[in-house]
C-alpha cells in the first residue's frame, strides 16, 4: 500500500451472524496453524485460546484454508463457516522458537517497483524479516513498513527516500515449516526443568485457566496416527483428577487406513480406538473444494446440536444435516455409501454418513462397540450425558466440601440433585433420575474418614436406531369389502 497523507475511507465485510453457544460439547482442538498470520505468533505455540467467533480465531492463531498444513483450520471453518458455533478452544503445537518447525529463507534481491517491494515467500514471521540496502540494514517502522496481501505475501512499503529510489532491496526471513510438526508434537510432554506442558498436556491446564470442563478432545489431520489416537483416549477420563470427556477419532481414508468400507473394521483395530468415551469416523468430508477431517464437522455438529437442546447433550448427532456436499477419501475421490454399507460401519463401531436427501451423519455407537454392549458405555449420546451430568454434579456440589458431614448436608446435597433431576425428566432428556443416599454405601468407617457417599440413579433415553414397521395382509378387511360383510 502507498504512503498515506489524508483523509480515507475504507469498508469491512458484514459480520457473521452471532454464533450460538453451548458448552457441553466444548471442543479442544489440537493441531497446527498459520500462526504468521497471528496478531502474536509468538504466543501462538502451546498456549489454549479460547475462542467465540471467527475473528478471535483469526486473531489468536491466523487462518487459512490450506487445512492439510494447517489443520486447526478445518474446525475454525466447520464451526465459525459451516455450524456457526462457539465457543471452541485451539491448541496450536506449531511453536516458531522449535527449530524443527520454521525455515530460513536465504538473503535474495527482490525489486523496487513504486516504492514497494513484493516479498512472496509463504509463512514469513515478520519479527525476523531483514530488509537492507547496498548491504545496510533498513529499520522497521521508520524505514518500511510491512502488511500482507490477500495471499499471505509480505508487501513492503518503503518510507525512507533512499530505499525508495533503490532498484533492489535484499531481504532475508524465516518462515514456519508445518512439514516440521510430528505426532510427538501433537501427543506433547513436560520439560522436566521447567514444567512448561506441550501438546495434549496442555488439557490439564483448560479448567483452571478458563473454568470450563472440555467436552470434546480432537485433533483432526492427527488423530488417524495410531500414537495420537492413543494419547486422546488416554486423556479422556478423571481430567484434572475428576471431570470425564470425550474424543473423536479419524479413521485414515487413505492406503495408510481403509479406502473402500469393508476394510474400515481392520483400519480401526489397526489404530487402537476402543474407548467407551468416544467415537470412531469415517471417511473425509467436503464442502465444495474443501476437504475436512470428518471428525472436526462431526465435532462441530455436536456442539450444535447439544446448543440447539438446552445445552444438553441427549440428543444423538446421528441422522442430523453435515451441511456437507460429499463423503470422500483423503485425495477427494467419492465415497458414497448406501444405508446398508453405512449399518456394517455402525455395527463394527464406526460413525459415518450417508446421502438421503442430503447428508446426514450416520451412527450412534462409541468406538468401544462391539466389544461392549452396556448401555451407558455403547451409545455415543448416552455416554456423553453421564459425563456431563458427572461434570456438572462435581462442579455445583465442590464448595460444600469441607462442610459438616451432617444430615442437613446429605439432605442438601440429594435434594437440590432431586430437583435438578426432575427437570431433566420433564423436558424429556431422561426417562428417570433420583439421588439416594444409602446405609449401606456409607459404613461408619468411611463417615469416620470423612467420606459420604450418593447414589445416583439416572437413565438418558437411548436413540431409537430402530423403528420397525409390521406389516400383515387383512384378510377380514378383504372379504368385508367382496362380500359386504356377510
Known amino acids: 500500500m502507498a504512503y498515506r497523507h489524508g483523509a480515507y475511507n475504507s469498508e469491512q465485510a458484514t459480520s457473521l451472524t452471532t454464533p450460538i453457544q453451548g458448552s457441553a460439547a466444548l471442543q479442544v482442538i489440537f493441531g497446527t496453524a498459520p500462526i504468521h498470520l497471528s496478531d502474536n505468533p509468538r504466543a501462538a505455540a502451546n498456549t489454549p485460546k479460547l475462542c467465540y467467533s471467527f475473528a478471535e480465531c483469526v486473531a489468536a492463531v491466523g487462518y487459512s484454508d490450506d487445512f492439510e498444513k ?75 513498513i510491512t502488511e500482507r496481501d490477500t495471499a499471505g505475501n509480505v508487501v513492503i512499503t518503503l518510507l525512507s527516500v533512499a530505499a525508495q529510489e533503490a532498484d533492489n532491496l535484499s531481504i532475508s526471513s524465516t518462515s514456519t515449516n508445518p512439514a516440521g510438526v510430528t505426532n510427538e508434537d501433537i501427543v506433547g510432554g513436560v520439560n522436566v526443568a521447567t514444567g512448561k506442558e506441550t501438546g495434549l498436556e496442555l488439557i490439564r491446564q483448560i479448567y483452571p485457566k478458563f473454568g470450563l470442563v472440555p467436552g470434546l478432545l480432537l485433533a483432526p489431520g492427527w488423530s488417524q496416527q495410531p500414537v495420537v489416537a492413543a494419547a486422546l483416549q488416554a486423556k479422556v477420563e478423571a481430567l484434572n483428577g475428576v471431570f ?178 426432575n427437570g431433566y425428566v420433564a423436558r424429556g432428556y431422561c426417562a428417570g433420575y433420583r439421588v439416594e443416599f444409602r446405609e449401606n454405601e456409607n459404613p461408619i468407617t468411611n463417615l469416620l474418614d470423612g467420606h459420604l457417599t450418593v447414589h445416583t440413579f439416572l437413565a438418558p433415553y437411548i436413540p431409537a436406531e430402530f423403528i420397525e414397521n409390521i406389516r400383515e395382509y387383512d384378510v377380514d378387511a378383504l372379504q368385508a369389502a367382496l362380500t359386504g360383510g356377510a
Request: net charge negative; glycine share 8%; proline share 4%.
Open 70 to 144: 494447517f489443520t486447526l483450520c478445518q474446525s475454525i471453518d466447520a464451526n465459525f463457516r459451516v455450524f456457526n458455533v462457539a465457543p471452541i478452544i485451539l491448541v496450536n503445537v506449531l511453536d516458531p522458537d522449535n527449530a524443527a518447525h520454521v525455515t530460513a529463507n536465504q538473503e535474495e534481491s527482490y525489486p523496487v517497483e513504486g516504492g514497494q517491494v513484493f516479498y512472496n515467500v509463504q509463512g514469513v514471521l515478520i519479527d525476523t524479516l531483514v530488509v537492507k540496502n547496498d548491504g545496510a540494514a533498513l529499520v522497521p517502522g521508520s524505514d518500511y
Open 244 to 421: 470425564d470427556c470425550n474424543c473423536y477419532l479419524d479413521i485414515a481414508a487413505d492406503e495408510s487406513g481403509a479406502i473402500v468400507y469393508t476394510d474400515v473394521k481392520e483400519a480401526k483395530e489397526g489404530m487402537g480406538a476402543s474407548t467407551n468415551h468416544g467415537a470412531a469416523l469415517w471417511p473425509m468430508v467436503a464442502v465444495g473444494e474443501k476437504i475436512y477431517y470428518y471428525s472436526a464437522m462431526f465435532a462441530a455438529l455436536t456442539a450444535y446440536t447439544d446448543a440447539s437442546n438446552g445445552d444438553v447433550p441427549h440428543a444423538s448427532p446421528s441422522n442430523k444435516d453435515l451441511r456437507i456436499t460429499g463423503t470422500v477419501l483423503k485425495d477427494g475421490t467419492e465415497v458414497m455409501l448406501d444405508q446398508e454399507q453405512a449399518n456394517l460401519l455402525n455395527g463394527q463401531g464406526v460413525i459415518t454418513a450417508i446421502n438421503a436427501n442430503g447428508f446426514k451423519s450416520w451412527g450412534n455407537n462409541t468406538a468401544a462397540y462391539p466389544s461392549t454392549t452396556d448401555p451407558k458405555d455403547r451409545w455415543l449420546a448416552v455416554r456423553r450425558f453421564f459425563d456431563w451430568d458427572g461434570n456438572n454434579f462435581i462442579l455445583t456440589y465442590f464448595h460444600k466440601v469441607d462442610e459438616p458431614g451432617n444430615t442437613r448436608l446429605i439432605q442438601s446435597i440429594t435434594d437440590s440433585q432431586n430437583i435438578i433431576g
